[in-house]
């Protein structure tokens, strides 16, 4: 064996010996990640009330980005994703008027001009 290969005892690359070689790895008790979970909520809690300019910024932005995203997929879902609320889509008709006095030329029509 090579010197330049062992770290700690062991060649590099191998698992590390253990007493029992047929061990587990020790399972992550449940009630230790909660009480974990809310030690870290609590602190974030307190950071944030520590810096209430900070902590304004940071949920008005949080606030202006989720709605912001929920119209943006609003549009994009009622516009390209679901198909049209009728049927036979392809008989919609696009009316156009025309004003050759006025130079004006392919001016859609409104619902009272109709």
């Known amino acids: 064996m090579r010197r330049d290969t062992e770290i700690g ?3 590099f690359g ?6 029992d070689e047929g061990a587990r790895a020790p399972r992550i008790n449940r009630l ?3 009480t974990a979970m809310l ?8 950071t944030l009330a520590k ?3 900070f902590t304004i ?4 932005t949080l606030a202006l980005a989720i709605g912001a ?5 609003s549009l994009i879902n009622d516009l390209f994703l679901r198909s049209l609320s009728f049927k036979e889509p ?3 008709v696009h009316f156009f008027s025309n004003t050759p006095d006025r130079k004006l030329v392919d001016l859609p029509l409104s619902l009272p001009r109709f």
């Open 57 to 60: 910024i940071a949920v008005v």
């Open 9 to 11: 005892g062991s060649v």
């Open 32 to 34: 230790t990640t909660k």
């Open 90 to 92: 392809r008989r919609v």
């Open 14 to 19: 191998e698992a590390p010996k253990t007493a």
């Open 39 to 46: 030690s870290d909520l609590k602190y974030a809690f307190r």
């Open 69 to 73: 995203n929920t119209a943006i997929f």
């Open 51 to 53: 810096t209430p300019g």
